[in-house]
């Protein structure tokens, strides 16, 4: 099982690499992802109403509504800040330091606030997952792009604790489902007409990116699942600066690229 779950969390980091450079290519990241989420959610209701009746129609409790409202809400200020990052800044920079935020912010509350104890290999991998994101985004210069990425790695952190409990409330597709419909309904106050030919693939790649992690998280631990989902920076940092001409500083983003998913696996592998 263990196996299963380290695969998908690292396809799901693919899904997610591919739907945020549509996002961060799209003229309104934010109203692009406001219509993109209801059709993803859309294209895969028949799917889950499928499995809910071949499942023996499992109940919906309201403790796994209320855990995915909360998810949604929390998802809906990532998407706000994630999209003010991609419209101020390069996704060869925000990228690394929105997804590397969210594994030292759990290492941090792991020592502050529940009292647990670090090892060397563990400290070295905060280390090295710190100087990524500074290589990736350094605080000179950056400004508001910089500090919307490290809110929408705090809200990373915050959304993928929560799943963490709801997908353990019942099948963790039907959570996913629950969730995804929230989502949808938070955002559809920015919703905008848009071209299905922009929004179907990308609301497509981030049902399933989020459906594959859900997956995962129901088959392993948050520790071991969320580092995974790392992977996805090196994939996004070298296609921002091949093939959206990133290149200002490229050595050091591709450099913080490699050390964000290095010290990720240094703490999935503690």
Known sequence: ????????????????????????????????????????????????????????????SLESWAIAVLSGGVELAYFHT???????????????VARGTAPVLAAAIGLFVLDERMVALQAAGVAVLIAGIWMAGPPVGRGPALVHALLTGALIATYQ?????????????LYAWEVLVCRSLWLLPW????????????????????????AALSLAPLALVAPLRETGVVLVGLWGVLRMGERRGAPLKLGGAVAVLAGAAILAVH
């Open 1 to 60: 099982m263990i196996g299963l779950a380290i695969a998908l969390a690292c396809s799901s980091a693919v899904f997610h690499a591919v739907w945020n450079l549509r996002l961060k290519a799209a003229e309104d990241p934010l109203r692009t992802a406001a219509v993109a989420v209801p059709v993803g959610a859309a294209l895969v209701t028949p799917l889950a109403g499928v499995l809910w009746l071949l499942s023996g129609r499992p109940a919906l």
């Open 82 to 96: 994630l999209s003010e990052a991609y419209r101020r800044g390069e996704v060869s920079s925000v990228y690394p």
């Open 161 to 173: 604790s929560i799943d963490a409990v709801g997908v353990y409330l019942g099948p963790w597709w």
């Open 191 to 214: 919703a905008r007409r848009g071209s299905l030919r922009d929004v179907v693939p990308t609301g497509l790649s981030t049902t399933v990116a989020y459906s594959m992690v859900l």
